[in-house]
């Protein structure tokens, strides 16, 4: 990235590195642990989708909270995945 030979510019292109693969680190991370919950639920394991179910929903709400996706994105998952394993019998 060339930004310009300012020290500012070269540190804020340092920390702008850093912060997108952190960021890119942090929603793969979400994302395999929906799937991961998905998987369980389609399976019907109940014991298993409700400690998925307990690790992945706080962590949807802390990437809204960071605003590494919206809040009504992170709403909608908790909605449908909630629903879905209250479907479970």
């Known amino acids: 990235m060339g930004t310009g030979h ?7 292109d ?4 850093k912060h ?4 890119r680190a942090y929603l793969t991370q979400m994302r395999s642990k929906i799937k991961r919950l998905r ?4 399976s019907k394991n109940k014991t298993e989708a ?6 992945t929903l706080p962590f949807i709400a802390q990437m809204a909270g960071k605003g590494m996706i919206h ?15 209250n479907g479970l019998k």
């Open 6 to 12: 300012h020290p500012s510019a070269l540190k804020r």
């Open 14 to 17: 340092r920390q702008n590195k």
């Open 20 to 23: 997108r693969e952190r960021n």
């Open 39 to 42: 998987i369980s639920l389609d």
């Open 50 to 55: 409700e400690g998925l179910l307990k690790a």
């Open 71 to 85: 809040s009504n994105t992170a709403a909608r998952y908790t909605s449908r995945l909630t629903r879905q394993f």
